[in-house]
């Protein structure tokens, strides 16, 4: 029996031309849902003087909406502004599943509030992980707290990222699949002739941020440099650390031997990571980290510390793990030179082809789509009573959000009827088997 075919609109702030884990999440598996005949459009902010509607390979949709991100790559939050464009877009595409991407997106939130309050269906994936104890963590959880309150299904893209999400949320653990990341083995394929181990070469690709460790480069690699003469490193990435990176290598002057590349385009990562032997990743939190399966498709072995769903990613023999500390970093640093002579690339590669693939994560996506469209459609008297388990000052208040929310939506649909707005026509054979859809 065939599949039933979906209209699915993701949503986050976070999309190409910006380059990370979410956005080659959304993008991959937009690409591969879009292979299996389902309707795929994203809706995320205008990027500098990208705004508007765009195509992407394949005839992805992309809208751009024209508002400015406020602070990290995020838009102001508004609560209710969002509305007339988040129902028109819905409307106009017929949406009937809304998919929104990451915790610390506020158009995500938006969006998923204003689909439940018009009655569609609607999944969330937490891509990252939280603490409980600080202020912003705190606030964040809240936040979650009451987007999931009222979610039909949401996806993890790990272990620990399920059983941090349903902690921080309290929604119920049957509601929350688990679906990975994966990586474009086609893409990153290592390199045809095998490096020389005469000079080894460890190679970091990250934001220089402190969420992901670069204060413990700093105490990392100049000790690394110290124990091991023939040891280079090739740093990439760029952020508010650089500046420390960079007075590290003057202090104990090491310019010859620590090569700072700045912000590498996606479509140039690949060469940085086959010009080395050795992967470093020091995260101090990562809900599953993307890099580590681009860098073993590349054939390089990873050192990375063992935080957040980092031990779930790659098999013992690709991967050594460390405390988040430097004295074991280094110790990990120097177990994996001792196991570099071990390390085929070329089999290292055909193992991640079997491990990860995005039309395998599409397919497990597929499942919890089916499962949130079979769930029961309920109004907003049966919805109401889920905010107030968020607490006590605060369920009342979530209460009074979505009353607001539900009179907004029928003073719009009073302005512009359903009826009036105009449905956008597919391109291309929409619901075609894959391979009727080379000519998108």
Known sequence: ?????????????FFFPNFGGVESHIYYLSQCLLKLGHKVVVMTHAYGNRSGVRYVTNGLK???????????????PTLFLTFPVVRTIIIRERISVVHGHQAFSTLCHEALMHARTMGYKVVFTDHSLYGFADAGSIHMNKVLQFTLADIDQAICVSHTSKENTVLRSGISPEKVFMVPNAVDTAMFTPSPERLSCDEIVIVVISRLVYRKGADLLVEVIPEVCR????????????????????????????????????AVPHAQVRSVLISGHIFLNSSLTEAFCIAILEAASCGLLTVSTRVGGVPEVLPDDMIVLAEPAPEDMVRAVKKA??????????????????????????????IVYDRAVQSLTTNLLDRLP?????????????????????????????????????????????????????DL
């Not at 029996?1 to 702030?13: A, E, G, N, T």
């Not at 390390?343 to 991640?352: F, G, K, R």
């Not at 607001?404 to 956008?424: D, S």
């Open 62 to 76: 992309v809208y751009y909406v024209p508002w400015r991100p406020f602070l990290m790559q995020n838009t102001l």
């Open 386 to 438: 889920r905010y107030l388990t968020c607490g006590a000052w605060a369920g009342k208040l979530f209460c009074l959000v979505m009353i607001v929310n539900y009179l907004l939506w029928c003073f719009l649909e009073f302005l512009q009827p359903f009826e009036g707005i105009e449905e956008v026509p597919d391109i291309g054979p929409l619901h075609a088997p894959s391979d009727s859809r080379d």
């Open 337 to 366: 030179i001792d196991m570099l002579p071990g390390i085929n690339p070329q089999v290292m590669h055909l193992q991640m082809k079997k491990l990860y693939s995005w039309d395998d994560v599409a397919k497990r996506t597929e």
């Open 1 to 13: 029996m065939d599949r039933q075919k979906h209209r699915i609109l993701m949503v986050s702030d």
């Open 227 to 262: 124990l091991f003469p023939k040891v280079r490193f090739i740093v990439g990435g760029d952020g508010p650390k650089r500046v420390r990176l960079e007075e590290m290598r003057e202090k104990f002057s090491l310019q010859d031997r620590v090569e700072m590349l700045g």
